[in-house]
């Protein structure tokens, strides 16, 4: 029982860090798209 309790927390904080890791991976994806859409417009400007 005590081990099912362990595996359950550690999925769950195993869980929590990949969301983590995603949501910042996609946070910073779309800062690097924004600022090269910054670069361009002031090249074609």
């Known amino acids: 029982m ?5 595996d359950n927390i550690g999925l ?6 990949l969301a ?7 946070k910073d ?3 690097i798209k924004n600022s ?3 670069n361009d417009r ?3 400007r």
């Open 2 to 6: 005590k081990l099912k309790k362990l």
């Open 12 to 17: 769950r904080l195993i869980a929590l860090l």
């Open 20 to 26: 983590i890791v995603l949501y910042h991976a996609l």
């Open 29 to 31: 994806s779309d800062a």
């Open 36 to 38: 090269h859409r910054e």
């Open 42 to 44: 002031t090249i074609f």
